[in-house]
């Protein structure tokens, strides 16, 4: 249990939790730790951060602190690739170990958070993160919580950790840049620079890209020359609206690719094309790759890399999370 005593009358007692200190547009963290011994000098300073009361903790049997709580529960919560950070004001930090993709067990990390008064927050399932990246925080609501609480968050995570970070293998990546007037050499290709930076940036090599007029059974022979040569992720650019002169999907479907979806919820990106020749990855990049920072491309090469499936259903979910922030004037 708590005890709520007022400041002027805990001189010479100890803390139970952190006390959190603000300055507006500067600071935010403990002013004073857990087991803080309270001088007299230490009242106006408590006051000043609006504690006019501070708990003294006596736990009961089965209750738990919330910075043992929450230690417990990120041990359970976290798989592979990821540490964790010492308890501050409450929460432990799960903290990527390694470059990797994140994986999150959605529906277990919902029925963890169901629990009530604790709680486990994430990046989004599937992004590329680098060592050092907190990916998620842990707590509990209240300073004090039933033992069986935690109990029964751990026991939903014994057969499976709700986060994990995955490194991803290295993947030989081949580029085909469609566009006459890129082929006849009128523009240069902006593609190359742009799509090498995020392959090898993720651990992969990306081939010296191949450029093919807009004449879909060409595009469909160097896609399927990939495939023969050890391709193990292909990724086909420009081309991909709808307009007459826009060939490259037509050229995909040709080579023999499955298209799964030819449109995606994602903005910018929505024009992407996701094909499988095989179990080979065949996506195709539409013209915001150049010039947008974050498109679809970027939700979608740590999947291709990890060597995931992608179905229509991922790619329709997608949309929660798919507008990408822009500064509009």
Not at 42 to 70: F, N, Q, W
Not at 78 to 93: F, H, I, M, Q, W
Not at 113 to 120: A, K, Q, R, S
Not at 139 to 166: F, G, H, N, Y
């Amino acid at each position: 249990m708590l005890k709520v005593i007022p400041v002027e009358e805990a001189v010479g007692l100890r803390l139970a939790h952190d006390i959190t200190e603000i300055i507006p547009g500067g600071h935010k963290g403990p002013r004073f730790k857990r087991g803080h011994l309270i001088a007299d000098e230490d009242v106006p300073r408590l006051l000043d951060v609006g504690k006019a009361h501070i708990y003294i903790m006596e736990l009961a049997p089965g209750e738990l602190h919330e910075e043992d709580a929450a230690k417990r529960l990120a041990r359970a919560a976290a798989g592979a690739g990821l540490k964790l950070t010492d308890p501050s004001e409450g929460r432990v930090n799960l903290v990527a170990e390694t470059d990797g993709m994140l994986e999150v067990d959605q529906e277990l990390l919902f029925r963890f958070n169901e629990l009530g008064d604790l709680i486990l927050a994430t990046l989004r399932a599937g992004d590329y993160v680098r060592q050092g990246t907190v990916v998620g925080g842990t707590r509990t609501i209240p300073v004090v919580v039933k033992e069986e609480l935690v109990a029964r968050a751990e026991a939903l995570c014994k057969d499976r950790p709700i986060a994990s970070v995955t490194a991803l293998p290295a993947r030989k990546v081949f580029l085909l840049v469609t566009g006459s007037e890129v082929f006849t050499g009128r523009i240069e290709d902006g593609f190359e620079p742009a799509v090498r930076k995020k392959v090898e940036g993720m651990g992969s090599t990306l081939e010296p890209a191949t450029l093919a007029p807009d004449d879909p059974d060409v595009i469909a022979g160097h896609i399927e020359e990939f495939a023969a040569r050890g391709a193990e992720v292909i990724l086909v650019s420009g081309g991909m609206s709808v307009d007459p002169d826009d060939l490259t999907p037509e050229g995909i479907r040709r080579s023999g690719a499955n298209v799964i979806s030819h449109g995606f919820p994602v903005l910018p990106g929505s024009m992407f094309l996701m094909s499988y020749i095989g179990d080979i990855p065949v996506l195709g990049l539409s013209g915001c790759v150049l010039h947008d920072p974050v498109t679809a491309f970027d939700f979608m090469l740590p999947r291709l890399l990890s060597g995931t499936k992608v179905t229509r259903d991922d790619i329709m979910r997608m949309g929660h999370g798919g507008l990408q922030k822009k500064h509009d004037h």
